[in-house]
């Protein structure tokens, strides 16, 4: 022991002066002292590279990926990897080479094959995502000696979302980098047309990538010699420098120590018995973002070698507990290939459980050890290491080291076996024996970078008894079905000693039932999913051992061919997808498909989002002080504490607003800051300014408010029970008689049903924000912010500061999608701003962190739709009576409008003679609901759709032929007195019928699923009608400003405002095409409201249409003439497209929004609960349909666009719906294999894996539900 203190006190010695170094794409920095609070990502951004993005701020969206590179001396190498910058602490890239997106390209130096394969691809839209995606591609590539595979191009991408472009063109513009259809794309991309444009790489169309301003490229070449810049090299000072402990300080007396031996860090713990260790902070930080966790000490273990060794020998592998996790999952596959085949049935299961374990660059930086002391009870990874045998070594401060099996180690909630005094040493993991079976199982929403609903490992390990096979051992272990990794016990013991058979089988699943218990108010919900699920695996692991030992047994009993699908592993298809249009060329550049204009700033980071706007001196960073309580009277509000934080510079409440306190975009029923009475959890009380954003958030979080509760409603049912409606929103709609048809006999039958459809988070990449600062004195207010509509912020900060609005000005560059979201919910951030910048006479910036956008900025309506149709036995409708209610939240914002969309969208395609809609808009206990992509169309359509399939089920009939028979056509008048004028609906869908051979599919779906017991298909085919424009004809107005300058280039400013759709592209096009000049000639400026007043917002598929036709009309002014120009059309119009879809798809089947409701009462009352990545899950990279095409009508202008323009932002996304039905249809195969064929059932949306899970009625779910179960919803 003597030794121990001796050497950690000389390590200690050597850390007080340690110069700490950092390379930032090259360039040398020292890194102060006082900076153990920071991260990564915040350091890159206090160095002016905002290129790295804050998406989400709990590495679960990839917006902040940056490559790490740093030198192995145990293999003599550098190493290349992607980190999530906003998890990694500043002082753990200490001594390594940080690249951002800054550092592999730019526009003044050229860029980087990367950059320009994804731009020239259209693969980036608002932008936000954009670099992120490319660093994880830049780390692989650089990583990698040979060419990667698609799957691990697609593989490496696993931990980057994007809202918009729905993944294609991003496969796209990366997959040439794998060599594995050369030919084709470097074909492409460098093969000119006449008139001197290129095919498009991404659409094999013509396009503009090649037109000078994008050089076609060589995408053989991935190692940048084709790249002006050659790539940065890894710094030799870093080779050559020896690292040395570190000990630093950070805000609130925060100690980070580095040690580099086992015995400092040992001295360290035992100094420090309180620390926190950590190697990638993936637990830890977000504890302490999330949780508002405080940890004084944080020991860096993660180059410890100790930690970092691994041993392989003749009895398994011993791997140290700083291991990262995707260093295990390489160390795996190389075992695997090395070792028999016998002794590696544990690593297999590893393999697989890891593929699925977060994103890449979690696994990156998180190691086993942390995985496993977190004692997370959904860890993917502690049931494998319990029915693997594994051992974990543990050693104490005195270096006294003891061993615990796995399967004892975990004691409860996040508690393990260990003190205080020790540290988890190492992981042995032994070799399985011939006859020894491992199998890993998990089920998550989402395939990809989620976290486990339940998962489990199990073991059995099989004798041989003359012709049978027995239980020797096993070991059945599941997560997420208690507060601790769960052994099952009785079965493990049952199981012990019985042969291998099918009644062992059944008797198992007898004991297990018993064996896992979950409570009816468990927390996570989705009881009876999760017992099933128990069930189910053990079900699929019995069916996979008894596939293994055939070999071995063959005259063991089999199961069916058809059960053998419950065994096979899902494996990644790559991606394709066909893009088929008409190109009709005219003019300059109108037709013809044309690259987005910022996506050369987008891909190399330069383009500015509000958040990355350089701030004036002497600004003050804003916190909102927020609701706790869904409904309840403020007795009184205490800031003493608040007062006393750090940097604090002033609370602002309600007394404080200048002028009137009350806002709203159509009716001010909402209050700026609460004053008596709070309405909803996340209602704004307050706003807190500091003189940073991390201090400002803490005074906000002192800031005490004493609650009186008040009765809260938190549904629509309790809403309509209540009669808790908006004021004046009861709407109705009819078209010829109902009730008389209902009475009059004309109807052979009747259904009477209910619909109800949960609501869905925008999840735009960029969070709401704004920069407000005066001048003149604080005569004028002027803003910049992420918004779809300017003219809204500036009447609201005008409203409440008492300004007239000609002495307010908003601007907005770009803003990184919106979906709707950014209307009307973000002009209060810009107004909450504005007070303290307008009292304070200082600039104020207000960024929402992720967790608090959500929680407060509104979703899409959830809705409840009640039906009664009548129809004849040939399915023909004839009439239709609906109640239609959406959750409105505790304001009305654009409600009303929302409910008239989907009623008038409740027909979607069918020409029903007897209609009556009524609808109202419930007043709840939940921050105000808003706009989204669809405004409420796709609720409305979505109710139709279901009983236009119950219709087929009553009749025995396919849903297809159903909704052919009651197709609208040219000249149809619908329920709002519309005559549909060029309707293409039959043209369309017998297209679609032809090109998809839909028959074929059908038969194709039919014959697996007659084949296969456990996996069903299924397949539908969907039509949407969707009107565009306001329905508020005063709102369809639009203006532009343009200058003309004596050197032939062009000056654009519109009311419009570019979040990725490609407006600015758009208009652009126009203005080159109006006067004859390159497309490079015009420049749009940014959207500001003094030089377009009074624009509407951007939305309801219109944006295009009304700049682009004001765009035109000035250019008209200043040119008398203009020759005849065709359709216009972006490559980006595409990709929008596929967007939409993949947002319908998972609005249908994927993004479930839970709150603290009657059907979720684990939850506090009225919080939410998906506030963030972790536990909302938007469709990533794996989610994407495989074959992916898209087609758009040929040979139909239209005659009322914008040079024959047709929206695509919002029409698209009802298509997903698609999805559904093909998954009702599936289910429907899966019923009838229990009798229930032609039983109709209900399925709510989202239809999530519990949903689907759980309406597959059979032997699994039968000991807990009925066949007409329905999983509980927020609605």
Same mark, same amino acid.
């Given at each position: 022991m003597g030794s121990l203190k001796k050497e950690g006190e000389m390590e200690q010695m050597r850390d007080e002066f340690m110069e700490a170094i950092l390379y930032v794409n090259g360039v040398r920095r020292v890194l102060p002292d006082g900076l153990a609070h920071m991260t990564l990502l915040e350091y890159l951004r206090d160095?002016?590279?905002?290129?790295?993005?804050?998406?989400?701020?709990?590495?679960?969206?990839?917006?902040?990926?940056?490559?790490?590179?740093n030198y192995d001396r145990t293999s003599n190498k550098c190493v290349h990897y992607a980190v999530n910058a906003c998890l990694a602490p500043l002082y753990s890239v200490e001594g390594m080479h940080v690249i951002s997106i800054e550092g592999i390209g730019h526009r003044k130096h050229g860029l980087h094959p990367l950059q320009e394969s994804l731009a020239s691809s259209h693969g980036s839209q608002c932008g936000f995502c954009t670099p992120g995606f490319i660093m994880s591609m830049y780390a692989l590539l650089r990583s990698n000696k040979n060419s990667p595979s698609e799957e691990e191009i697609e593989e490496s991408l696993a931990g980057n979302l994007c809202r918009c472009t729905g993944y294609r063109p991003i496969i796209d513009a990366f997959r040439v980098f794998a060599k594995t259809d050369d030919a084709l794309y470097s074909g492409l991309s460098s093969l000119s047309l006449q008139d001197g444009s290129s095919i498009c790489p991404s659409t094999g169309k013509p396009c503009s990538c090649g037109d000078g301003r994008f050089q076609p490229l060589s995408y053989s070449e991935t190692d940048?010699?084709?790249?002006? %810049?050659?790539?940065?090299?890894?710094?030799?000072?870093?080779?050559?420098?020896?690292?040395?402990?570190?000990?630093?300080?950070?805000?609130?007396?925060?100690?980070?120590?580095?040690?580099?031996?086992?015995?400092?860090?040992?001295?360290?713990?035992?100094?420090?018995?309180? =620390?926190?260790?950590?190697?990638?902070? *993936?637990?830890?930080?977000?504890?302490?973002?999330?949780?508002?966790?405080?940890?004084?000490?944080?020991?860096?273990?993660?180059?410890?070698? %100790?930690?970092?060794?691994?041993?392989?020998?003749?009895?398994?592998?011993?791997?140290?507990?700083?291991?990262?996790?995707? %260093? &295990?999952?390489?160390?795996?596959?190389?075992?695997?290939?090395?070792?028999?085949?016998?002794?590696?049935?544990?690593?297999k299961a590893f393999i697989e459980q890891l593929k699925w374990f977060a994103g890449t660059q979690i696994r990156n930086v998180a190691s086993i050890g942390g995985n496993i002391c977190?004692?997370?009870?959904?860890?993917?990874?502690?049931?494998?290491?319990?029915?693997?045998?594994?051992?974990?070594?543990?050693?104490?401060?005195?270096?006294?080291?003891?061993?615990?099996?796995?399967?004892?180690?975990?004691?409860?909630?996040?508690?393990?076996?260990?003190?205080?005094?020790?540290?988890? &040493?190492?992981v042995f993991l032994p070799w399985t024996r011939p006859l020894e079976y491992v199998k890993e199982f998990k089920q998550a929403h989402r395939r990809e970078d989620d976290i486990a609903i339940v998962n489990g490992?199990?073991?059995?390990?099989?004798? !041989?008894?003359?012709?049978?096979?027995?239980?020797?051992? =096993?070991?059945?272990?599941?997560?997420?079905? =208690?507060?601790? *990794? &769960?052994?099952?016990?009785?079965?493990?013991?049952?199981?012990?000693?019985?042969?291998?058979?099918?009644?062992?089988?059944?008797?198992?699943?007898?004991?297990?039932?018993?064996?896992?218990?979950?409570?009816?108010?468990?927390?996570?919900? +989705?009881?009876?999913?999760?017992?099933?699920?128990?069930?189910?695996?053990?079900?699929?692991?019995?069916?996979?051992?008894?596939?293994?030992?055939?070999?071995?047994?063959?005259?063991?009993?089999?199961?069916?061919?058809?059960?053998?699908?419950?065994?096979?592993?899902?494996?990644?298809?790559?991606?394709?997808?066909?893009?088929?249009?008409?190109?009709?060329?005219?003019?300059?550049?109108?037709?013809?498909?044309?690259?987005?204009?910022?996506?050369?700033?987008?891909?190399?980071?330069?383009?500015?989002?509000?958040?990355?706007?350089?701030?004036?001196?002497?600004?003050?960073?804003?916190a909102l002080v927020l609701s706790k309580m869904p409904h309840a009277r403020i007795i009184s509000i205490d800031d003493s504490e608040s007062k006393s934080s750090p940097g604090f510079a002033g609370l602002f409440l309600a007394n404080d607003v200048p002028a009137d306190n009350k806002i709203g975009p159509v009716v001010a029923d909402e209050e700026l800051f609460a004053t008596d009475v709070v309405t909803c959890v996340g209602q704004v009380i307050g706003v807190v300014v500091a003189d940073t954003h991390e201090n400002a958030k803490a005074a906000a979080g002192k800031v005490e408010v004493e609650y009186e509760e008040l009765p809260a409603i938190l549904s629509i049912r309790e809403a309509i029970v209540a009669k808790s409606f908006h004021p004046n929103t009861e709407k109705m709609l009819r078209k010829g008689d109902v009730e008389l048809c209902f009475q009059s006999g004309q109807c052979d039958r009747m259904i009477e049903g209910e619909v109800q459809m949960g609501s869905q988070e925008h999840f735009y990449m960029e969070p709401h924000g704004s920069l407000v600062w005066t001048t003149d004195g604080g005569n004028e207010v002027h803003m910049i912010s992420s918004t779809q509509d300017p003219q809204k912020h500036q009447q609201y900060v005008s409203h409440v500061l008492g300004l007239p609005m000609s002495k307010v000005v908003c601007k907005t560059k770009r803003i990184g999608g919106g979906f709707g979201g950014k209307e009307t919910r973000s002009a209060f951030i810009a107004a909450a701003a504005s007070v303290p910048s307008y009292l304070l006479n200082r600039p104020v910036k207000l960024i929402l962190d992720r967790d608090v956008d959500m929680m407060i900025s509104g979703h899409r309506h959830s809705f409840v739709g009640k039906y009664k149709v009548g129809f004849t036995n040939d399915g023909k409708v004839l009439a239709y009576d609906l109640e239609i209610y959406n959750n409105g939240g505790n304001s009305l914002d654009l409600s009303q409008a929302v409910l008239e969309i989907a009623m008038f969208n409740s027909d979607n395609v069918y020409d029903i003679p007897h209609v009556r809609i009524r609808g109202n808009v419930c007043f709840t206990n939940y921050p105000s609901n808003t706009a989204f992509r669809g405004f409420g169309g796709p609720q409305g359509m979505l109710i139709i759709e279901n009983w236009i399939q119950r219709i087929a089920a009553e009749l025995d009939r396919s849903t297809e032929e159903i909704r052919e028979m009651n197709f609208q056509v040219e000249g149809s008048i619908t329920h709002y007195s519309q005559c549909l004028q060029h309707c293409t609906l039959h043209q369309l869908w017998k297209e679609l019928k032809l090109s998809c051979n839909f028959l074929k599919a059908r038969r194709d779906v039919d014959e697996f699923n007659s084949h296969n017991r456990w996996?069903?298909?299924?397949?539908? +085919?969907?039509?949407?009608?969707?009107?565009?424009?306001?329905?508020?004809?005063?709102?369809?107005? @639009?203006?532009?400003?343009?200058?003309?300058? *004596?050197?032939?280039?062009?000056?654009?400013?519109?009311?419009?405002?570019?979040?990725?759709?490609?407006?600015?592209?758009?208009?652009?096009?126009? @203005?080159?095409? =109006?006067?004859?000049?390159?497309?490079?000639?015009?420049?749009?400026?940014?959207?500001?409201?003094?030089?377009?007043?009074?624009?509407?917002?951007?939305?309801?598929?219109?944006?295009?249409?009304?700049?682009?036709?004001?765009?035109?009309? @000035?250019?008209?002014?200043?040119?008398?003439?203009? %020759?005849?120009?065709?359709?216009?059309?972006?490559?980006?119009?595409?990709?929008?497209? !596929?967007?939409?879809f993949v947002q319908g798809l998972g609005w249908v089947a994927l993004e479930e929004v839970k709150w603290g409701d009657a059907a979720h009462r684990w939850i506090k009352p009225g919080n939410l609960l998906t506030c963030g990545p972790g536990n909302f899950k938007i469709p990533s990279i794996n989610d994407i349909p495989f074959n992916f095409n898209v087609s758009l009508l040929k040979g139909n202008p239209n005659s009322k666009g914008i040079h024959s323009s047709k929206a695509v932002g919002e029409p698209p996304f009802f298509l997903a719906s698609s999805v559904f039905f093909a998954i009702k249809d599936a289910i429907k195969a899966a019923r009838a294999e229990m009798g229930l064929g032609s039983e109709w059932f209900s399925l709510d949306t989202p239809a999530t894996p519990e949903r689907i899970r759980m309406a597959c009625f059979d032997e699994f779910t039968c000991p807990f539900v009925s066949s007409d179960f329905f999983p509980k919803l927020s609605v």
């Open positions: 160095l002016g590279l905002t290129g790295t993005k804050l998406g989400c701020g709990e590495g679960g969206c990839g917006a902040c990926t940056v490559m790490v590179s940048g010699a084709k790249y002006t %810049e050659k790539e940065l090299i890894f710094p030799p000072e870093l080779l050559l420098r020896e690292l040395a402990p570190l000990k630093l300080r950070g805000d609130g007396g925060m100690i980070w120590y580095r040690p580099l031996r086992l015995q400092y860090l040992l001295h360290l713990k035992a100094k420090h018995p309180e =620390a926190k260790l950590v190697v990638g902070n *993936t637990e830890v930080g977000i504890e302490m973002r999330m949780k508002r966790l405080q940890y004084q000490v944080l020991i860096y273990v993660g180059q410890v070698p %100790e930690l970092n060794t691994v041993n392989v020998n003749d009895n398994g592998i011993e791997i140290g507990s700083a291991l990262r996790l995707s %260093e &295990l999952l390489r160390l795996f596959r190389k075992v695997v290939k090395e070792r028999p085949a016998h002794e590696t049935s544990a690593c977190t004692a997370s009870p959904i860890s993917d990874l502690n049931p494998l290491w319990m029915a693997s045998r594994a051992e974990f070594k543990i050693i104490n401060c005195n270096g006294d080291v003891r061993s615990v099996p796995a399967k004892d180690f975990f004691n409860g909630y996040r508690e393990v076996d260990m003190e205080s005094n020790e540290i988890l &040493l190492s490992g199990m073991r059995v390990f099989l004798e !041989e008894r003359g012709e049978e096979l027995f239980v020797s051992d =096993a070991s059945v272990a599941f997560g997420g079905v =208690a507060a601790v *990794t &769960l052994r099952a016990r009785k079965t493990e013991e049952f199981l012990i000693g019985k042969s291998w058979s099918k009644s062992l089988l059944q008797d198992a699943l007898k004991v297990i039932q018993s064996d896992v218990i979950i409570d009816e108010d468990a927390p996570g919900g +989705m009881v009876e999913f999760r017992k099933s699920l128990v069930l189910s695996f053990f079900f699929k692991f019995f069916l996979w051992v008894s596939h293994r030992i055939r070999d071995v047994k063959p005259a063991l009993e089999t199961f069916p061919p058809s059960y053998m699908s419950a065994v096979k592993s899902f494996s990644r298809p790559c991606r394709a997808g066909r893009q088929d249009y008409e190109t009709v060329m005219q003019g300059t550049a109108v037709g013809l498909p044309a690259v987005h204009l910022s996506a050369r700033m987008q891909v190399t980071g330069e383009a500015e989002y509000t958040d990355d706007t350089p701030v004036p001196p002497n600004t003050l960073h804003a996996k069903k298909r299924g397949v539908a +085919m969907v039509p949407t009608k969707f009107g565009v424009s306001f329905t508020k004809t005063f709102m369809n107005q @639009a203006g532009a400003l343009v200058h003309v300058y *004596t050197d032939g280039t062009v000056l654009v400013t519109h009311g419009g405002v570019e979040m990725g759709q490609g407006l600015h592209t758009k208009v652009a096009q126009v @203005a080159a095409s =109006a006067f004859n000049i390159p497309l490079s000639s015009v420049f749009v400026s940014e959207t500001s409201t003094d030089k377009v007043p009074n624009a509407s917002p951007t939305a309801a598929s219109m944006s295009s249409d009304m700049y682009g036709a004001a765009v035109l009309n @000035a250019c008209e002014q200043i040119k008398a003439r203009m %020759e005849p120009v065709a359709s216009k059309l972006s490559c980006n119009s595409f990709a929008e497209i !596929e967007g939409a």
